[in-house]
């Protein structure tokens, strides 16, 4: 009887029942009761099908195909998220004449279509359903340029939602890595699951927009580190040490503006800097370990600083060498970057890029935002309550002097309001609409 | 919309439970799995507030954007009755026009989609697949524009005289592009595309050069033509949306 209920469609209860005859269900019958077994157990584990060993095998012979990320919440996920393997950005410029109410349909679309994705289940007419089954910790991040809220409710506006300030020592930026009036941060720890998520997006964004840009980057792959490890940036540098963390206040307070001195733009929306950092591995060659461990302070086998053994350690600025200069120099990345005010922390969530070129040799010359036979850098993600009050004094010192800057230039700059998630049956940026 | 989502994100779960509790009910009365699709079904109650009445669920319910002319309406409709249910028509507040159709294969080989003669019967205990490519809800003539992110209210008609509505997410879609055959006599004698590929906006401006434009360019040889042919100039105002 179950067999005739199959009709041709592409039906959800079609792709459960196929992912459940690949896990072994023999008969129509426990097709059907093992189906219902892995619906409940993805929907967090309600009585009814739960203890259904097939579930259990599944999760075991591929450990990415049941991960999922949840989308909805008060916070949107993709930012206190562990990073997995795979992260693209995508700024979409919206066109000229969208007006409010598009607004709400697109994000509407966007946040059903992102909810479906992240739970492995296919969006409403999504075209190739079976690319949608293994999420793989698939999480999709909405932010907003200025345009979203001149449209929507300009009285919301964050005052920090802007362009940063020009550095003019070291910025080379281009457009087509900068701005844009909507972000979509897509992660998935599965390079296919993140095409189609990007692609079944896109296509639900075309009506109300256009692509401006896209930066793919990448960390290790799932698997090859410890949970928690701190990724490293194609200088060989361990990047993204004393991040705030989920373990006390601090992700709270510096993330989503819960101490003194900071506000949230919104209660669980945060904001979103991306800096494309054009990372010189030509001239990065010519500098031997003693040189690069002195430009950022911190050791290239773990990260520890300078004045310390393990990559936690506080750094001690004010440690000397038995010639009196600091051992942390003055030029130091980490010294530079030091926080100067308890608000003045970040984020740092970076992905790797690494191009592919063409009809490419030699060296860069120092100084290059190009050439070689490389093309790669970082898409530095910096998430901060208040990017003008967090990210840009730590810029600013930065611009001024880091001797990282030797070897890396900004090509690309931008900033996005984060908004905070939404509920089931509402969307991101829901509250916006309610004035 | 929020009891449209709600409804369908349990759809692939009820679906299951419906299609264990069929077997449950074909084999046995054992109280237990009598117990779980009651559940299923309320949880799906937004869409199934006629249930008991008509003996259908419909799930996975979806249409497709357009500003004017032809579109169609897809989804799963299920029967749940001890009784065969005909769906005799289909109404909406978007065409005052609406067809059932079916997709076959002509004698040369091509499909077209024609009205159904007599509607569609759904036995008990089966469903009804509703999709691109094969059956549909046709609208024939839009009153109004269908805007991705919209719903549109549908209400299916059957023989004995229910009605069950329900509300289907719009969403933009390039596929559905079958050949229309207004005639089944007639095969192949007109064919007028079924595409109106989907507005972003809800303005009427069509300038050139936004995502507007690139939608129409977007559609290669046959298929352009035949939009030019079903929804006409392509360059004609858009309809007001039907949720204004």
């Known amino acids: ?435 | 919309m929020r009891n449209t989502i709600s409804a369908r994100r349990l759809g692939a779960a009820s679906m299951a439970l419906i299609a264990a509790l069929t077997l449950a009910a074909c084999g046995n009365d054992d109280p237990e799995n009598t117990a779980e699709p009651s559940s299923a079904q309320s949880a799906d109650a937004p869409d199934t507030h006629s249930n008991e009445e008509v003996g259908l669920t419909v799930t996975g319910q979806w249409a497709k954007a357009a500003d004017s002319g032809m579109t169609a309406a897809f989804g799963t409709i299920a029967n749940d009755s001890d009784e065969p249910v005909t769906i005799t028509g289909v109404d909406s507040p978007a065409s005052e026009d609406m067809q059932l159709h079916e997709t076959v294969t002509g004698e040369n080989g091509t499909s077209t989609m024609q009205e159904k003669e007599g509607g569609f019967t759904i036995q008990p205990g089966e469903e009804l697949n509703l999709e691109p490519g094969g059956n549909h809800l046709m609208f024939m003539d839009l009153s109004c524009s269908l805007l991705a992110g919209d719903d549109i209210d549908l209400t299916l008609q059957t023989e004995d005289g229910h009605g069950m509505s329900f509300e289907a997410p719009i969403r933009d879609y390039q596929g559905a592009q079958e050949n229309y055959d207004p005639s089944a006599e007639e095969s192949g004698s007109v064919e007028d595309g079924e595409d109106h590929s989907g507005h972003g906006t809800e303005g009427t401006d069509h300038s050139e050069g936004d995502m507007e434009g690139m939608d129409h360019s977007e559609h290669g040889g046959s298929s352009e033509s035949s939009m030019d042919m079903g929804m006409g100039d392509p360059a004609q105002d858009s309809l007001p949306s039907c949720s204004e």
């Open chain 1, 1 to 435: 009887m179950t067999a005739d209920r199959k009709g041709p469609g592409s039906g959800r209860k079609n792709l459960l029942t196929r992912r459940n005859a690949l896990i072994g269900g023999a008969t129509a019958t426990a097709g059907a009761a093992a189906a219902v077994g892995i619906d409940t157990v993805r929907r967090g584990g309600l009585p009814g099908g739960g203890g259904n060993p097939q579930v259990e095998d599944a999760s075991s012979t591929a450990p990415l195909a049941e991960a999922r990320v949840g989308f909805h919440g008060e916070r949107q996920a993709g930012v206190v998220t562990p990073a997995p393997a795979y992260g693209n950005f995508i700024a979409v410029d919206l066109r000229e004449d969208v007006g409010r109410a598009d607004l709400r349909r697109m994000l509407k679309v966007l946040s059903a279509d992102a909810a479906d994705l992240a739970e492995g289940l296919p969006p409403i007419a999504d075209q190739e359903p079976e690319l949608t089954e293994i999420p793989a910790n698939l999480t999709v991040t909405v932010g907003f340029g200025e345009r979203v809220f001149d449209v929507v409710d300009p009285s919301a506006k964050p005052g920090w939602l802007k362009p940063l300030p020009a550095f003019e020592q070291i910025d080379r930026l281009r457009e087509e890595y900068s701005d844009g009036d909507l972000l979509l941060q897509i992660c998935s720890d599965d390079r296919m699951t993140l095409a189609h998520a990007q692609r079944l997006l896109l296509k639900g964004l075309r009506g109300f927009g256009t692509v401006r840009w896209v930066q793919e980057g990448f960390r290790n792959a799932s698997g090859s580190l410890k949970e928690g490890t701190t990724m490293r940036n194609l200088f060989g540098q361990v990047d993204g040490t004393i991040n705030p963390t989920t373990e006390d206040s601090s992700m709270d307070d510096v993330v989503y503006g819960l101490m003194d001195g900071l506000e949230p733009w919104a209660p669980g929306g945060t904001s979103l800097v991306i800096r494309r950092i054009h990372m010189n591995l030509d001239t990065w060659d010519e500098a031997d370990a003693p040189g690069r461990e002195d430009a950022v302070g911190r050791k290239l086998s773990n990260g520890a600083p300078l004045t310390g053994e393990r990559e936690e350690d506080p750094a001690d600025l004010s440690a000397t060498t038995p010639l009196g200069f600091h051992v942390i120099a003055d030029y130091a990345h980490i010294r530079r970057a030091t926080a100067t005010t308890p608000q003045e922390r970040i984020l740092r969530r970076p992905y790797n890029y690494d191009l592919p070129v063409s009809a490419a040799g030699g060296l860069a010359g120092k100084g290059a935002d190009s050439g070689g036979v490389s093309e790669s850098g970082l898409i530095f993600a910096s998430y901060q309550a208040d990017p003008v009050k967090q990210f840009l004094p730590i810029q600013r010192r930065l611009a001024e002097l880091d001797m990282l800057n030797m070897w890396t230039v900004p090509i690309g700059s931008c900033v996005f309001a984060i908004p905070p998630g939404c509920s089931p049956g509402g969307f991101v940026g829901d509250f916006l609409f309610e004035g």
